[in-house]
């Protein structure tokens, strides 16, 4: 990871580069590098019912990894993503580009409502959500209809991935849109204008310009929203939360995580499963950052 | 000009079943505090109650504990604005130094910023806890505002929009005109940079707007609790959302409903008056000078 390019480096010489970073990393290490440090110690201390904490460099993870919970939840989520994701991702793009295309007054209002349910959070969400999904005081109970089990109940976990996607669509949409169509307007309207004039039709400007001029942001959206869709967390705690006992407490494997924490106030098992966590998503991160070059400063 | 129609025709066709799409729960939601708690549950879901229904509910809202929800407003206010402030002058620099400047261990600064971007939160919020415990800051505004200035995703914004939208000619010109490295930020590249600026400050805002596990934690006190947790604690005690509101306070679903809509309100304004700049910045003219 040390793609320098000669521009930049020709830069350096006569900048005091530090000086603009350094506020920023103060924060880094205080609020982002040192509790990562400490969640990562933790997760090397077992915790036992009697006797003293000890320290260990697999038990949690052993305890963990043959948690009877886990196989499960890790399918959930999994269904969950390859779900969610796809979906996320034509409705942000789709939605982005159209904007883009002609920014009218039309395309400023969509933008507009797309975001609002993702502003809705914490107890409001859970109201709202609630309301919606359940059959029979839900707006669209008779769409939800088509989907109910034959005991009339809406949220078994069969379906729960499919209603989780459409919420976490609704609610996480609106955020990226802002973010791709603010990417797609910080393009040089030269750049567009002289494929235009080269015979591109739109079709070809979005693919063979648009597109690739935004590539990093594409990257950082995969990265950030893939590691989301592992860490799923607010959406089914909020329906679980409503719906006592239609859906498992921890159906996903960051509920497992927070029901290890505040449940068995066992820090040490949240710490480790958190990590493991963790890992799949870096390794998915780095598998994408590699994939795409995408530290290189650019060419510009 | 057949083609012109049709993808005119084809984008408007695609907003509107975007806007049903989304607005559905939005217009549900703006309804919710003109029933009553049984409307919700037996009349049509997108039917509008009763107008002195919405009085009803404020009544009862705002009453709670002799209006403490203005405190937890005011609380929301003053823990967000101090954090933004703290956020972006941090941010936008960082992203910038880090788009335009190579120096080593400017990979390991990325790398590390996105790392911390998809660490489990839950990992982390114990470790938080116990430094501002360590530092006795627990139980005071700064335990939530510190945590919240710590912004690596507006670092990225910057970082990404910096490579892909300023040209490196721009800043070498303000250079070579003898331009001071601080006057070619402040007088360059934030005004060029600005609405990636504007969108990082408004993600900020509604990030310490809404977040909820971090003053959870960190705050004990009613008095100094934000919007966000005041409410979840208000509609817990209550059992306003699982219908089994048996206390004597009059909070139900209608009043969360409007409390929710109180809560977002802030942040649609500030989407709005935001919008407006998120297009602005055109390097194109810039370049040519």
Redesign the interface.
């Known amino acids: 990871m040390t793609i320098t390019n000669s521009r930049v480096r020709r830069l350096r010489r006569r900048t005091p580069a530090w000086g603009f970073i350094a506020p920023y990393l103060v924060l880094l290490v205080l609020f982002g590098v040192a509790p990562a440090i400490y969640g990562l110690y933790q997760a090397f201390i077992v915790t036992s019912v009697v006797g003293d904490p000890s320290f260990s460099l697999v038990q949690n993870f052993i305890d963990v990894l043959s948690d009877y919970r886990l196989p499960g939840s890790a399918l959930n989520v999994a269904v969950y993503l390859v779900i969610w994701l796809p979906i996320l991702l034509l409705v942000v793009f789709t939605l982005a580009l159209a904007m883009d295309a002609k920014r009218t007054r039309f395309a400023t209002l969509t933008r507009f409502v797309t975001y609002v349910p993702g502003a809705v959070t914490g107890a409001a969400a859970a109201l709202l959500w609630l309301f919606m999904f359940s059959p029979n005081v839900s707006p669209i109970g008779g769409f939800l209809r088509l989907f109910t089990t034959h005991n009339g109940s809406f949220l078994s976990d069969n379906t729960f991935a499919l209603v989780l996607s459409v919420m976490g669509v609704a609610a996480g949409a609106g955020g990226w849109i802002v973010v791709v169509y603010g990417a797609l307007t910080g393009i040089s309207s030269d750049v567009v204008e002289s494929a235009k004039l080269d015979g591109a039709n739109a079709w070809q400007t979005v693919w063979h310009i648009k597109l690739p001029l935004i590539r990093s942001y594409i990257a950082f959206i995969l990265i950030v929203s893939t590691a989301q869709g592992f860490q799923v967390f607010v959406e089914p705690t909020v329906i679980a939360a409503g719906a006592p006992g239609q859906v498992s407490r921890t159906w996903s494997i960051n509920q497992l995580v927070y029901s290890y924490a505040t449940e068995q106030s066992n820090y040490g098992r949240a710490s480790a499963l958190a990590i493991l966590l963790l890992v799949v998503c870096v390794a998915l991160a780095v598998f994408i950052i590699t994939k795409t070059k995408f530290y290189s400063t650019g060419d510009r | 000009m057949f083609t012109q129609l049709g993808?005119?025709l084809g984008?408007?066709i695609?907003?509107a079943v975007?806007?049903l799409?989304?607005?559905?729960?939005?217009?549900?939601?703006l309804l919710?505090p003109t029933k009553t708690n049984n409307g919700?549950?037996f009349q049509n879901?997108?039917s509008f109650g009763n107008l002195s229904q919405i009085g009803t509910a404020a009544g009862n809202l705002f009453g709670y504990n002799h209006g403490i929800i203005w405190t937890w407003a005011l609380n929301s206010v003053w823990y967000t604005v101090a954090s933004v402030v703290i956020a972006l002058?941090?941010?936008v620099?960082?992203g910038?130094?880090?788009?335009?400047?190579?120096?080593r261990g400017?990979?390991?600064?990325?790398?590390?910023?996105?790392?911390?971007?998809?660490?489990?939160s839950?990992?982390?919020i114990?470790?938080?806890y116990?430094?501002m415990s360590a530092v006795g800051l627990t139980n005071t505004p700064w335990s939530v505002i510190?945590?919240l200035?710590?912004?690596?995703f507006g670092?990225?914004?910057i970082y990404?929009?910096t490579?892909?939208?300023i040209?490196?000619?721009i800043?070498?010109a303000a250079?070579l005109d003898g331009c001071s490295?601080f006057g070619i930020?402040t007088r360059v590249f934030i005004p060029l940079a600005r609405?990636?600026i504007v969108?990082i400050a408004?993600?900020a805002v509604?990030g310490s707007w809404?977040s909820?596990f971090l003053p959870f934690i960190m705050l004990t006190s009613q008095d100094l609790a934000t919007l966000?947790t005041g409410?979840?604690i208000?509609?817990?005690s209550t059992g306003?959302?699982?219908g089994g509101n048996l206390s004597n306070i009059p909070i139900r679903?209608p009043e969360?409903?409007l409390?929710?809509i109180i809560?977002?309100l802030p942040?649609?304004m500030v989407?709005?008056f935001a919008?407006k700049y998120?297009?602005a910045?055109?390097?194109?003219g810039a370049?040519k000078g």
Not at chain 2, 96 to 103: D, E, G, I, N, S
Not at chain 2, 108 to 116: M, Q, R
Not at chain 2, 149 to 152: H, K, L
Not at chain 2, 281 to 284: E, I, K, R, V
């Open positions: 993808g005119r984008r408007n695609l907003f975007t806007i799409f989304f607005g559905i729960p939005i217009v549900w939601l919710a919700l549950s879901p997108l002058a941090t941010a620099p960082a910038y130094a880090l788009a335009k400047f190579a120096f400017r990979s390991t600064v990325l790398f590390v910023t996105l790392l911390t971007m998809i660490v489990p839950a990992a982390l114990l470790p938080l116990l430094e510190l945590p200035t710590f912004y690596p670092v990225y914004m990404l929009f490579t892909t939208s040209p490196n000619s800043i070498e250079r490295e930020m609405p990636a969108m408004f993600f509604v809404n909820f966000q409410l979840q208000l509609v817990s306003a959302i699982n679903a969360v409903a409390a929710a809560s977002i942040i649609l989407f709005l919008q998120l297009v910045g055109q390097t194109a370049e």
